[in-house]
């Protein structure tokens, strides 16, 4: 099937994200607090380092653009660990996030929050995910150290293993 000049003016909409696997030398996973979702009334506004790709950004220029504003930290991104594609939703367009590896940080490593944007910051071991992220980010927080403990790369759809 070709597709339309109109296609190729007006293009589907997808968000694009890069998200950090950050953690220290136990292991565990950074995760921060996000001011916007708290005040949208999220249960659970904890997430990955991350963010939106800009338009005129590779991705991995975006993650570390992304990792030197949420946590103060000049890091290069490693091997890609899991892709995860979200569906879209009445707010949002479609979305598609990779999540990099990098080295274990080590335990005197300062994080610095931006203000106004993040609150707090926890590394979480596999076994706490859930108090503190939703169970989408559940999912795709244990994939990403299933992917890492594996030495492999996994596929997601909204943080279930693709078929």
Known sequence: MSHSDEYFRNPPRCRLGVLA??????????LVKKIYQERE???RPWGLVGGSVRESEGLRE???????????????????LVTDEVPASRD??????????????????????????????AYVS?????????????????????????GATLELEYGYRAA
């Open 41 to 43: 009334g999220n249960p």
């Open 126 to 150: 596999r076994d706490n995910l859930g108090e503190y992220l939703t169970e989408h980010g559940t999912r795709r927080a244990n994939a990403v150290l299933d992917a890492l403990a594996q």
């Open 62 to 80: 975006a993650w570390t653009r992304e990792v030197l504003g949420e946590t103060g930290l000049s890091l290069s991104p490693g091997r890609l």
């Open 21 to 30: 696997a950050l953690r220290n030398a136990a292991g565990h996973l950074l």
């Open 92 to 121: 949002n367009a479609k979305g598609i996030n990779w999540v990099y590896d990098t080295s274990p940080l080590p335990d005197t490593t300062e994080i610095t929050l931006p203000q106004g944007e993040l609150s707090e910051y």
